[in-house]
């Protein structure tokens, strides 16, 4: 007899695994690090090889990382989401890094008044990590809930209480 047999196991469609938002967070940081190190040497280049003020040589710096950020992004940390189009998406990366670079630009700027510009990038680079992950967190790389598929659950069932019969004191 052919058909399920008792005892069989029920194959569901497979479903990527979704690592833990701790994970995600520390492979994001790990990416993170080496967009910072292509920043850093952009920066350190601009600023101090050919003069630009810090400001201005952040910018074209801070983008190389994001290009870098961006791509090992979509292919480590969030391989688990269903891609969008990449012009999309990256165009939602950029906008949310535009953020994470103006926060980055302004405390790199002030605090390069008064510390070495070494420990005001540290610091700036480290204020606009928590910008970048939680934002392109919950926007660029937002995780869809799947819907269940168990046959009995599929329609909503709402239980109405019965009316009450008895005395009532």
Do not use: C
């Not at 469609?13 to 990416?31: C, D, E, K, N, Y």
């Not at 292509?38 to 600023?47: A, P």
């Amino acid at each position: 007899m052919r058909g399920i047999q008792a005892g069989a196991p029920v194959h569901e469609p497979s479903r990527p695994h979704v690592p833990s938002l701790s994970w995600q967070a520390v492979s994001f940081g790990v990416i993170g690090i080496s967009g910072t190190a292509i920043t850093f040497v952009l920066l350190t280049l601009l600023h101090k090889g050919l003069g630009w003020k810090i400001a201005f040589a952040n910018i074209p710096a801070y983008s190389a990382g994001i290009v870098n950020n961006y791509f090992w992004n979509r292919l480590w940390t969030f391989r688990h989401i269903d891609h969008k189009n990449v012009l999309h998406q990256g165009g939602q990366f950029a906008l949310v890094s535009l953020g994470g670079l103006i926060i980055n630009t302004i405390i790199l700027t002030i605090a390069s008044r008064a510390l070495d510009f070494r420990i005001a990038f540290a610091i700036a680079a480290g204020v606009a990590f928590f910008w970048n992950f939680a934002i392109n967190h919950q926007v660029t790389f937002q995780h869809k809930v799947h819907a269940i598929t168990h046959p009995h659950l599929l329609h909503h069932h709402t239980d109405t209480a019965a009316p009450a019969t008895g005395d009532s004191d």
